[in-house]
């Protein structure tokens, strides 16, 4: 009979259900892929802000085995999604902010290419530290468009960005 009583008593405690977290509010609103014209944007977005931010729209708008080449010196920098994030970290807090200024783009059938000259400021609304062009590669998987390929090069003085490209 203790038993029961205990287990009258103790049945709506035990069977209480601790609410879901909302999962939802953790995941971030992430810009649109959906058309060629909106993937720059959604990249700059994704790329811009915090070195610590969350990169999950970052993640979802590359494909999984994505390709990140960096054109500094004279050998090709080859790095792989979690090395850039990795290195974007080690930023910490301290932001940076790129936009695409100029874009040509080639698309046949579901890929396309992408050539952006693009500017980085250190403040969203702050003079241009750095620019360079980013060559990108996309294909669409049916529901958007998603980088397979991203090679990029800032200026130098002995590379200057050629008058074509610039805005």
Not at 116 to 126: F, K, L, N, Q
Not at 134 to 150: E, K, M, T, Y
Request: charge should be neutral.
């Amino acid at each position: 009979m203790i038993l029961a009583l205990a287990g009258a008593v103790l049945a709506p405690v035990l069977c209480a259900q601790t609410p879901a977290p909302d999962l939802a509010a953790k995941v971030p609103e992430c810009p649109s892929a959906a058309t060629l014209d909106q993937l720059p944007a959604a990249l700059d977005d994704a790329i811009s802000g915090p070195g610590d931010k969350d990169r999950t729209c970052l993640r979802q708008l590359m494909s999984p085995d994505v390709r990140l080449v960096l054109m500094s010196g004279p050998t090709p920098r080859m790095l792989m999604l979690d090395d850039w994030i990795t290195a974007m970290q080690r930023r910490g807090g301290t932001a940076m902010f790129e936009k695409q200024v100029k874009i040509r783009s080639e698309t046949y059938g579901r890929m396309a290419h992408l050539w952006c000259t693009y500017e980085i400021r250190t403040s969203a609304d702050g003079k241009a530290t750095t620019r360079g062009i980013n060559s990108i590669q996309a294909v669409f998987d049916g529901q958007g468009w998603r980088l397979v390929n991203v090679m990029w090069q800032a200026e130098t003085p002995a590379d200057p960005i050629p008058e074509k490209y610039l805005p």
